[in-house]
DNA sequence: GTTTCGTGTTGACAAATGTCAACGTTTCAG
DNA sequence: CTGAAACGTTGACATTTGTCAACACGAAAC
């Protein structure tokens, strides 16, 4: 579980840090079955999680306890309630598990440490800050100017596994249109 | 001008660095009208801008032409397309003035140049990739779970200035609907 | 093995929003 | 100052999407 992480890091900086396992030894693992909640909104996000395996639902609700899905996480990825990890504010979404998944913890100090003492941590953040704030920009964009039958498009092409992996109910909140409307628009394809 | 950006980067670091005087002699100075265009999508993206005074709108077509936009920025604020200009890849967004505006830019040379030389540069621009982040992500979570009366008191209460200085049409497409329902919706308050 | 619950589908209808057209007003270039 | 173009508003209507209800199916719980 631990090796996912080493190997995640070494693609990314295209080469082994000093202390690499100093880095490592800085997380600790959690296992999580199917459905478990790991961050409330209101509550502050006191960790950076990478997905060893699994996958993570980022959501919020509106003021009909609907949810809507921001993001889905799956393995090798990391995620987290940035703002309200970096900014110690209440968190403003939600975070659950939709099956089970190993995941790798590191928390606030950890986390300032390695910023400071391991320069190539830095770099790796901003990476993921980076890839994160893109990930964002191109889904307001897809948001904004598509349809819902174009948005189904647009996520089979552009993330096709999730559409087989994933419920269509997940789907559906991640697309940001109800249940029926997105079994009915299968239909027309 | 430039004063502005010496005021606003002290602010943000909430101390002087030694060499601001260095930094800022790295920008250049744009004095433009109103409606220039400053980056069309496909294009390389090859400045970050401090907006002096004015006000930018980043925007994307779809299909039809219609534009919807994702940001508007005003005076005291970054704006660039950080994807295309980090990456060099083409751009997927557009951006014009929206009023006669005075831009403070600097180039992908110098902005390298100052990330490794100036420590606090790094640390500016780990702030507006956060911001902007953040600023992206509760975009995302207003879009998808408000209707279109929500959004619009949810921009006058977020961003009330905005409604008296831009133009409906604006305001809509900022919105992500249609002029005709924003002129109608506004009747509804 | 049976029950129970969540999921996915479908129908009927309602609500929200978009589109097209018309028209008065404002803005801006010449 | 003046004419053309863009803007804002309103009406009529079309389209998209949501909501509620019913039901079949399969998975998980007992």
Redesign the pocket.
């Known amino acids: 579980m631990v090796n996912k992480l080493r190997q995640h890091i070494i693609d990314r900086l295209g080469s082994t840090p000093d202390n690499i396992d100093d880095v490592l030894a800085t997380f600790h693992t959690l296992k999580l079955k199917r459905n478990e909640v790991i961050l409330k909104q209101g509550e502050i996000c006191k960790y950076v999680y990478f997905v060893a395996s699994g996958c993570l639902q980022v959501f919020v609700y509106d003021k009909?306890m609907?949810e809507t899905t921001r993001d889905i996480i799956t393995e090798n990825n990391w995620c987290s309630e940035l703002i309200s990890f970096g900014g110690q504010q209440p968190a403003t979404e939600n975070i659950r598990t939709v099956e089970p998944s190993d995941l790798l913890a590191i928390d606030r100090q950890g986390f300032q440490r390695l910023m400071e003492t391991v320069p190539q941590f830095d770099k790796v953040y901003k990476q993921i800050l980076e890839a994160s704030y893109a990930n964002s920009v191109y889904r307001i964009n897809t948001f904004v100017s598509l349809?819902?039958?174009e948005r189904i498009k647009w996520l089979m092409e552009y993330r096709p596994k999730l559409m087989s992996r994933l419920?269509?109910?997940?789907i559906?909140s991640y697309l940001?249109?109800?249940?029926?409307?997105?079994?009915?628009?299968?239909?027309k394809l």
Request: a positive charge; glycine letters at 10%; aromatic letters at 4%.
């Open positions: 009909e609907n349809t819902a039958l419920s269509s109910k997940l559906a940001g249109i109800s249940q029926e409307t997105f079994s009915r628009l299968k239909g």
